[in-house]
């Protein structure tokens, strides 16, 4: 065991992790995750400079580049939000491996919860349950008329975002002519109230928090890393360090929040998750388990 990608600043280690998970030892096993577990499905995060993402965005004409995603200059122009999820979301999406171990320790017995802030629905499509997933940034499952409140489910929706010649770019109801909007939370807008009525009893319980592939800039969110008990082993698996961000706009909404991975029971892996996530279950024997995850892929779904 022990990889140079691993570093425990403190006391808990890798093989602790891998070790605690062989021998039972977690039973209410709390995932928080972002951007970085799709990267390996085709879809861009964010803040990782290659995925260019600012650079799409110039030709949109935007006041500031985060205006693409808030809740205030949506209703005033729809037409940048629907023309970069047709430049970001790939024609075919499958969960990764770290969907995939998701649903494993589903299969075990031993996932309390998922507190995602993708909006991809991968983790349906991995095959964890509907109540074990909270989606804090809502996701493109669902999709409502923002002037009428006619519904519309995703396969609708994807039909409409990746034919705009058939509604200038934007897709309209059916039954209104009002812009359609996924049921996702943009900036400035509330999170779902079902992300807040289960936090305190699932941290409560919480005997390991696994944090995947996110920069952990986004308040409230951010916050869900103090909630577990102080000696609750702490594992952040990412790409680049906790917090680490380029933009102002990032570092302002950190803001608040202690995201630095410093107690005594937290372990910083860093690299790809799904390589990390490969690693540890290499190590325990859950490998054969690991790859026998049935999952579906977006397209079969439609
Ligand atoms: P982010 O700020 O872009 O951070 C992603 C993090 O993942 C970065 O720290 C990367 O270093 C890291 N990362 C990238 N690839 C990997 C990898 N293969 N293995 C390990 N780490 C990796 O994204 P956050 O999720 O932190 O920010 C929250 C935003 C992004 C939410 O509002 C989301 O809705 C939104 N978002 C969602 C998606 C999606 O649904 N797939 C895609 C892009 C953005």
């Avoid at 006391?11 to 390996?40: H, P, Y």
């Avoid at 209703?75 to 998701?102: A, D, V, W």
């Avoid at 031993?110 to 964890?128: C, K, M, P, S």
């Avoid at 996702?184 to 009525?197: D, N, T």
Wanted: net charge neutral.
């Amino acid at each position: 065991m022990g990889s140079s990608l691993s570093r425990s600043s403190q006391g808990f280690t890798e093989a602790e992790l891998s070790n605690g998970l062989k021998e039972g030892k977690f039973k209410n096993v709390v995932i928080m995750c972002g951007a970085g577990i799709s990267t390996n499905a085709g879809i861009p995060d964010f803040r990782s400079p290659s995925a260019g993402l600012y650079f799409k965005l110039r030709k949109y004409n935007l006041p500031y580049p985060e205006a693409v995603f808030e809740g205030r200059y949506f209703k005033q122009n729809p037409l940048p939000f629907y023309g970069l999820i047709r430049e970001l979301f790939p024609s075919t999406l499958t969960p990764t491996t770290t969907h995939k171990f998701f649903s494993l320790l589903n299969q075990k017995g031993i996932l309390r919860r998922i507190y995602t802030q993708n909006i991809d629905a991968l983790e349906y499509l991995a095959g964890v349950p509907e109540d074990k997933i909270i989606e804090a940034h809502g996701s493109f499952q669902n999709s409502y008329c923002t002037k009428c409140s006619k519904t519309y489910d995703l396969k609708w929706l994807k039909s409409e975002t990746f034919n705009p010649e058939r509604n200038e770019g934007v897709p309209k109801c059916t039954d209104c002519q009002g812009v359609v909007r996924p049921d996702v939370v943009l900036f400035g807008e509330p999170l779902p109230s079902r992300f807040w009525s289960n936090i305190s009893s699932d941290f409560e319980l919480c005997d390991l928090l696994l944090v995947f592939g996110t920069s952990l800039v986004v308040s409230p969110f951010n916050t869900l890393v103090a909630k577990s008990k102080k000696n609750v082993p702490r594992v952040y698996v990412n790409l680049t360090k906790p917090g680490e961000t380029g933009s102002l706009l990032g570092w302002l909404l950190r803001m608040g929040a202690n995201v630095d991975f410093s107690r005594e029971s937290d372990l910083v892996m860093l690299g790809d998750c799904d390589k990390s996530v490969s690693r540890v279950c290499d190590d325990i024997g859950w490998s054969e388990d690991l790859n026998a995850i049935q999952v579906t892929s977006l397209e079969d779904t439609l």
